[in-house]
């Protein structure tokens, strides 16, 4: 967990949807630091688990409710276990590779159902949770991929599309109810997922592919999970307060090559 520098999110109560791992869990260490207590909505329970003791070990306050993003009863249930909703960080998906000829009907309901439909429940229960106390702060995960084209992304772009969009639309619908909205455009981050593809799909030439991977950033390197929590931290704080329906690139200079 960082040092309580600043204790911006002091007394808030944040939401992090997938916070068992990766950028999720980085974004729940970063947030209880700064003093927010972090409700992780997870459908692993063992990773949530995981967050929630890295959490408390550390003195902050946390706990964890299961649920899947992409049903609606679960996410409804999740919602009415959490007495107020001050930061919601839609930050739950999956990836996919694969082109408008490779990708699957069923490969294209699954990105819809948990990248699209999951930040769609998130949004939902959430924004009627906000209008109801007076307002919020909403980050949705997004990706430097709704905003360029990549390679062999077609499901996943698409979702990520959609995600910057419902941002735009949330901001735009609710700035009058103290509610803001924005959104991260990651490029690539090293997580467990980047670790378990390259384990897969290239176990005889794992360390090239990774030195390819991270070139593919004119800075060099991937982003790390904490670079993406920094700024997470900082746009749902209140010293972002005039920023909303916001598109933040966080690519590593991605989007210099294009």
Request: proline share 3%.
């Amino acid at each position: 967990m960082n040092p309580p520098l600043l204790q911006r999110l002091s007394g808030k109560t944040a939401i992090v949807t997938g916070g068992g791992s990766g950028i999720g869990q980085a974004v729940a260490l970063r947030f209880a630091s700064e003093g927010a207590e972090v409700i992780v909505f997870e459908l692993r329970p063992e990773a949530a688990e995981e967050t929630v003791g890295k959490i408390q070990s550390l003195g902050g306050a946390a706990r964890a409710i299961g649920g899947d993003m992409a049903d609606t009863d679960s996410v409804r249930s999740a919602f009415a276990q959490v007495d107020r909703v001050d930061i919601l960080v839609n930050n739950a998906g999956i990836a996919h590779v694969g082109t408008v000829l490779t990708t699957t009907t069923q490969d294209l309901d699954r990105l819809y159902a948990v990248n699209v439909r999951g930040v769609y429940h998130g949004l939902h229960f959430g924004v009627a949770r906000m209008v109801a106390q007076g307002g919020g702060a909403i980050l949705n995960m997004a990706s430097i991929a709704s905003k360029v084209g990549i390679a062999d992304r077609f499901a996943y772009s698409m979702t990520k599309g959609a995600v910057l969009t419902m941002t735009l639309s949330v901001a735009r619908d609710f700035v009058d109810k103290g509610i803001r909205c924005n959104c991260i455009c990651p490029a690539r981050v090293h997580t467990p997922f980047v670790d378990g593809f390259l384990d897969k799909n290239y176990p005889d030439n794992r360390d090239e592919m990774f030195a390819k991977l991270s070139a593919a950033q004119p800075i060099g390197r991937m982003g790390r999970p904490e670079e993406v929590a920094s700024l997470a931290a900082f746009l749902c704080s209140d010293e972002a307060a005039f920023i909303t329906g916001a598109a933040y690139d966080l690519d590593g200079g991605f989007t210099l090559l294009r």
